[in-house]
């Protein structure tokens, strides 16, 4: 892998910079690292992208894995962007892939930059670029679904966005967090209807946190759902 992004990665930035389209460096940025997964002996399964609207959106995914990123994002039909912690700009070549593919670093520990993040990735929805957020901000330790954090609901409100809930099943089985152990086997990764958050205000968005949570965890499998949460195993 390190390879790969040691010989495509620079023409690919060259390009980027001066055509400024993103599309070719994300496509194989995306491209490469699935041939590597699926060399692996991982498959992906993908169900309900017939209910991904045509506008920009917000992709609302659950985060167990390492795995579940690259999962998710090449079971979406189009480039989006992803907001993503800051420490992982500074990767040589794939930290300037991040920025010129317009992923958007965010400060976790630091409340003042994370709303300038969150404020620059709504600018950018209402321009039409779709974005995918994990609204629980770190990995699972277990599977599970956590709470939910605010910006992923925040940024639709804004922009008027609908907000897609992914459920990615499976990932955590394959490569644990904080594990570099890889294991064969099957990661599904299912679209849900989409919910309108033009309906919504700032004042409401708890009621819309909530509302995408437990959409979302209706969709896992009994074993990842909040412990506290009905069907769960």
Known sequence: ???????????????TLLTRNPDPLFR?????????????????????????????????ANHTSTLDGPA??????????ILLKESLFRWPIVGQAFRLAHFIPIERGGRDSAVASLDKATEELRAGQSFLIYPEGTRSQDGRLQKFKRGAVVMAIKAGAPIVPVACSGAHRLMKKRSLVLRSGEILVEF???????????ETRDKLND????????ALPPDQRPVEFPGAA
């Not at 892998?1 to 390009?15: A, D, K, Q, R, T």
């Not at 849900?192 to 700032?202: E, M, V």
């Open 1 to 15: 892998m390190s390879l790969y992004i040691l010989v495509v990665g620079p023409p690919l930035l060259v390009y």
């Open 28 to 60: 194989a940025g995306i491209g490469g690292v699935m041939f590597f997964v699926r060399a692996a002996g991982v498959r992906v399964r993908v169900k309900g992208t017939e209910r991904i609207p045509a506008a920009a959106c917000v992709f609302a």
């Open 72 to 81: 998710i994002v090449s079971a979406i039909p189009r480039r989006i962007a």
């Open 192 to 202: 849900l209807p989409p919910i309108d958050a033009s309906a919504y205000s700032p």
């Open 211 to 218: 509302l995408v949570h437990d959409t979302l965890a209706a």
